[in-house]
């Protein structure tokens, strides 16, 4: 009787474990789809490709820029990126970095970022220049940015005034 208990205790056990490593798998997948989404971000801006930088977004998505205008959709954000690109921020490049991936549901996450947007040749700063947030969320097995705010460091632009 004792070594029934004890076979069913390590076979719960096992189960358990093995359960947790299937979650904790999925999880992992999932992160790394969405660090990829917000990569692809970053390589768009640095081709100065509108299109290549919308990409990770949904047909349907909202962005808000820093200076607070709102973008519709991703050919609406990609076209914008665009004429950035090709005008005023066509020597620059940009670094995001995920601060946080914080899932709300198996198929929803914010991700908390900071970001600069530097001339081509300059350092980054060790200071953050913005704040995006985004949230994902996942439809047929693919991570889409389906809302994107883009927020000034206020420390930074209070210096400048």
Request: a positive charge; proline letters at 2%.
């Amino acid at each position: 009787m004792l070594r029934n208990s004890t076979i069913l205790i390590l076979v719960l056990f096992v189960a358990s474990v093995n359960g947790y490593a299937q979650k904790t798998d999925g999880k992992a997948e999932d992160e790394a789809m969405i660090r990829a989404n917000v990569k692809q971000m970053e390589t768009g801006w640095n081709a100065h490709d509108g299109k290549a930088f919308a990409a990770p977004f949904a047909a349907d998505a909202d962005y808000i820029v820093i200076n607070g205008m709102l973008l519709k959709g991703r050919e609406a954000i990609g076209q914008a990126h665009q004429r950035i690109f090709d005008t005023i921020f066509k020597d620059t490049k940009l670094k995001i970095e995920i601060r946080q991936i914080r899932f709300l549901r198996s198929d929803v996450a914010i991700i908390h970022t900071k970001a600069n947007v530097v001339k081509k040749d300059d350092a980054f700063p060790a200071v953050a220049g913005a704040f995006p947030s985004l949230v994902l969320s996942k439809d047929g097995g693919k991570w889409q940015i389906v809302a994107f705010q883009n927020t000034a460091n206020a420390e930074i632009e209070a210096n400048r005034k």
